[in-house]
């Protein structure tokens, strides 16, 4: 069992930066993908980014690319996303999630993970 809380979330203007952190706990989880979702108001949930815990392999979805970077740190059992450059587009409920796996395999399908947090608001203003 697995148990995920973000946090780092806020209000932040267009071009502004956030990190937010995922703090993992219950179980080891060597074997875990680590991915971060996003759900807009009124909107399907978007995957963001993932990485594998193991060896640290990151995947983009592509309107994030080049200014979000997504790390782990394994002492911390802690996930981050480093967001940079935000728009007003990437406002939402941000989510961390976990799955077996080591590879990115339907990395960007929500129902494929199978531990998730509560969610942090990130919200961007113009």
């Known amino acids: 069992q697995v148990q995920l809380a973000e946090s780092g979330g806020g209000l932040v203007q267009a071009g502004d930066s956030l990190r937010l952190s995922c703090a993992a706990s219950?179980?080891?989880?060597?074997?875990?993908?680590m991915g971060w979702f996003r759900q807009a108001p009124e909107k399907e949930r978007e995957y963001v980014a993932a990485?594998?815990?193991?060896?640290?392999?990151?995947h983009y979805a592509d309107s994030v690319k080049g200014r979000f970077t997504v790390s782990r740190d394994k002492p911390k059992n802690t996930v981050y996303l480093q967001m940079n450059s935000l728009k007003p587009e990437d406002t939402g409920v941000y989510y961390c999630?976990?799955?077996?796996?080591?590879?990115?395999?339907?990395?960007?399908?929500?129902?494929?993970?199978?531990?998730w947090g509560q969610g942090t608001q990130v919200t961007v203003s113009s």
């Open positions: 219950g179980r080891q989880f060597s074997t875990y993908v």
């Open positions: 990485i594998t815990w193991s060896a640290g392999n990151t």
């Open positions: 999630a976990a799955k077996f796996g080591t590879t990115f395999d339907y990395v960007g399908r929500s129902y494929t993970y199978d531990y």
